[in-house]
């Protein structure tokens, strides 16, 4: 998923605002009965994730994203996972090198657990009757719509002066291509992702008003909800915003050596007496929900026990607590690292599933539309 900032309306919005919390606070109580039925029977939902290779996963993507993709597919809910290598398109001028970061990507799902006999691992620009989809949708949503979509605007904002091009404005439109290709009924987000979810619920509806359905009792594609998770979101290693090229960053398929100088490098405060103080010590608190998340414990108490240890101390449980947390992680890793052809077929066979299902998902969109020759 993005780390995206939340959108920041500065016009100073207080409608805006208290609606967008109101929907918050819905989609937070439906995600918790959504849970719930999950529990009871997890063949009802159908789930889409994914995202985007400009870069190999970290600890971040893991905490924030993958366990709970993890947890889902465990639970019994069939998962499909996007490597949206289209997207890494949409704000820069070229791909990079793509090809090693989508099987970066795979590698590090397969490591962590992600079981292709049970979830469906494919690249996104591998799959034609998914990105056919975008040209129906594209016509069910207008331009002004698109502008307005606060992840479209926060998106706009990071890339700076950079013109918006066609695929950045209709983003939007080919995430719910994305979702409906495979009929998802389930995605999970962050609260910055609920703009996007609310345009594929719009794309789903308006395609089944104006072009109707083929089974007289069932819309060819369902509304589909957010599931939201709670994650809290991770610092970089100097108190800011995780990105690659601040070298702030830990990767999942970093050695433990590299991640314990990348530890030491971080920042902490002067102040020796720990406690966990997310606004006022930022980054001190950082190294302490990390650690608190691979020991499973409330960082809290952690900086209570840490008390006058200083940044030394808290330095030494962090690495300690991660690097013991991903050794099995990377050392899976390694061994698939050591078997590309592997990794490879596993992305074929999910690039075969998902041609399969995307076939017959525009079938039925032919069907409606009639277009069938
Ligand atoms: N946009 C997501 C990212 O930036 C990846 C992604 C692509 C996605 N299509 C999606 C996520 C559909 C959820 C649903 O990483």
């Known amino acids: 998923m993005t780390n995206l900032e939340a959108p920041t309306d500065t016009a100073g919005d207080d409608l805006a605002q208290s609606t967008s919390d109101a929907s918050f606070a819905r989609s937070l109580a439906r995600s918790r009965e959504i849970e719930a039925q999950i529990a009871v029977d997890p063949s009802r939902f159908r789930m889409l994730t994914g995202d985007r290779p400009t870069g190999n996963l970290h600890i971040g993507h893991y905490f924030g994203s993958l366990l709970n993709r993890l947890r889902m597919q465990n639970l019994g809910v069939e998962t499909f996972i996007?490597?949206?290598?289209?997207?890494?398109?949409?704000?820069?001028?070229?791909?990079g090198p793509i090809r090693d970061r989508v099987l970066s990507l795979v590698t590090?799902?397969?490591?962590?657990?992600?079981?292709p006999a049970r979830t469906t691992i494919f690249a996104h620009s591998a799959i034609p009757g998914l990105n056919q989809l975008m040209l129906p949708f594209l016509s069910l949503v207008t331009d002004a719509e698109l502008r307005r979509n606060p992840t479209v605007k926060s998106e706009l904002e990071l890339t700076g002066d950079r013109p918006m091009s066609a695929l950045m404005l209709t983003y939007p439109v080919h995430q719910a291509a994305d979702i409906l290709f495979c009929k998802a009924n389930l995605v999970p987000v962050g609260k910055d992702q609920l703009p996007h979810i609310e345009q594929t619920r719009v794309v789903a509806r308006r395609f089944d008003e104006r072009y109707g359905r083929v089974n007289p009792d069932e819309p060819v594609f369902p509304v589909a909800e957010a599931l939201l998770t709670n994650a809290a979101v991770?610092?970089?290693?100097?108190?800011?915003?995780?990105?690659?090229?601040?070298?702030?960053?830990?990767e999942l398929g970093m050695t433990a050596d590299e991640t314990a100088k990348l530890i030491k490098r971080a920042v902490t405060d002067s102040d020796r007496h720990i406690t966990y103080d997310p606004v006022n010590r930022p980054a001190v608190s950082n190294l302490l929900s990390i650690a608190g998340l691979c020991l499973d414990r409330d960082p809290v108490d952690l900086a209570a026990e840490l008390g006058d240890a200083g940044g030394g101390g808290l330095k030494k449980l962090v690495t300690e607590a991660l690097n013991e947390r991903l050794a099995p992680h990377r050392a899976k890793r390694a061994e698939l690292v050591a078997d590309p052809g592997h990794v490879l077929d596993v992305l074929r066979a999910g690039n075969a599933h998902a041609n399969a299902v995307a076939d017959a998902t525009l079938d039925d969109v032919r069907t409606a539309m009639q277009m069938v020759y």
Do not use: E, F, H
């Open 108 to 115: 590090d799902y397969l490591a962590m657990g992600i079981d």
């Open 82 to 95: 996007i490597v949206a290598d289209y997207q890494v398109i949409t704000d820069r001028d070229g791909v």
């Open 234 to 250: 991770l610092l970089g290693m100097d108190g800011t915003k995780m990105s690659k090229s601040k070298g702030n960053v830990i």
